[in-house]
């Protein structure tokens, strides 16, 4: 194997080693629990009003295509309705 990588895989074991070494007895400062602890709300609370916002267009659209079938309904019964005064126009 090439001697580099092996000599970059013994650094990554040694720091990554020393880093959980400080982080479980206590050394390691504990910032991106701190920033975590604000970023998370935060961007839990974008992800509901963005939901929400969605939500409310597709409730939106289903309301305005309830409507337009209402009014096609209507215009079939008009239809008919003009269609039957006809017949009874011609008798």
């Keep these: 194997m090439n ?3 092996d000599e970059c895989g ?3 074991h ?3 080693r020393n880093y959980l070494v400080q982080w ?3 050394r390691q400062k504990a ?3 701190v920033e975590a602890s ?5 961007l839990i609370g974008a992800m509901v009003i963005a939901m929400r916002m969605g939500i409310g267009c ?3 659209i289903r309301l305005q295509k309830e409507q337009e079938k209402v009014c096609a309904m209507w215009e079939v019964k008009e239809f008919y ?3 039957t005064l006809k017949e009874i126009g011609d008798d």
């Design 24 to 26: 479980l007895t206590g």
């Design 38 to 42: 604000f970023m998370v709300p935060i």
């Design 3 to 5: 001697k580099d990588y």
């Design 10 to 12: 013994k650094k990554m």
């Design 31 to 33: 910032s991106y629990t």
């Design 81 to 83: 309705r003009y269609q």
């Design 58 to 60: 597709y409730e939106e």
């Design 14 to 16: 040694n720091m990554m």
